[in-house]
């Protein structure tokens, strides 16, 4: 049993249109990575923070996970968001972020990064939010 103080932090409430969902399944993947990274030292005062801005002078939405789980392993952190990476042996799939990376490059065009922050690591998601056509075509596989 561990106890994670999630703090959000709203900065803007911006209204934009997005595919709700698929959003939603990208911010659940990343904290589920940083559960299982305070799980895995045992921190018993674990906290993630999630940051929500707007950046006007680029016009893209911000989310700013970052956690107290430890660093991302040398050796993660610069395939961590391609398919079958994992470090959890039998316990991982390796998709998490690369179904993440996957819908905000492809479908948000946006940029997903990874850091290490003091303490832990920090995940970072920018979109446009501009209104824009996309065609069916263009988010099916
Ligand atoms: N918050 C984090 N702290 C430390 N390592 C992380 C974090 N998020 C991701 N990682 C590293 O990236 C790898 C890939 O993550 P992911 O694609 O979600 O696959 P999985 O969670 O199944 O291992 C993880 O196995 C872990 O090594
Ligand atoms: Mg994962």
């Known amino acids: 049993m561990y106890k994670i103080d999630l ?10 249109f997005i595919y709700g969902s698929e ?13 299982d990274a305070i799980a895995e030292q ?10 929500c801005e707007y950046k006007p002078l680029k016009d893209i939405y911000r989310f700013t996970v970052s956690d107290n789980g430890g660093s991302i392993a040398a050796d993660m952190i610069k395939v961590m ?11 991982g799939t390796g998709l998490g972020l690369y179904m993440a990376k996957t819908i905000i490059e492809k479908h ?5 990064s990874s850091k290490n922050i003091e303490g832990g690591a ?3 998601v920018d979109f446009p939010i501009a209104t824009k056509e996309i065609t069916i075509s263009e988010i099916l596989p």
Do not use: A, H, M, R
Request: proline letters at 2%; aromatic letters at 8%.
């Open 23 to 35: 959003l939603v399944q990208v911010l659940l993947s990343i904290v589920s990575n940083s559960k």
């Open 108 to 112: 948000f065009k946006g940029t997903i």
């Open 81 to 91: 968001f391609e398919p079958y990476i994992s470090s959890k042996g039998i316990t």
């Open 42 to 51: 045992q921190n018993e005062e674990g906290k993630i923070t999630i940051v």
């Open 122 to 124: 920090c995940i970072t």
């Open 7 to 16: 703090d959000i932090k709203l900065k803007d409430e911006k209204k934009f």
